[in-house]
């Protein structure tokens, strides 16, 4: 439990990290970077809301079938 709890909140802190680095004008032009870290926020934040929201598993599956 504690050691989930760590890599939870490692997720979040890096998914706080991406927000601001998206936010910095400096990156604006670089297209790969920004396309790079929108696609890792975007895995990071499924993986998370899914744990804190054990049905969106049962949600997503449902909807396969």
Known sequence: EESM?????????????????????AIMNNVGLITELS??????????EGYLDPRSEERRVGKEC
């Open 5 to 25: 709890r760590k890599r939870l909140e490692a997720v979040k802190t890096r998914c706080e990290e991406i927000d601001r680095d998206l936010g910095d004008p």
């Open 39 to 48: 696609k890792e926020r975007s895995s990071l934040s499924e993986a998370y």
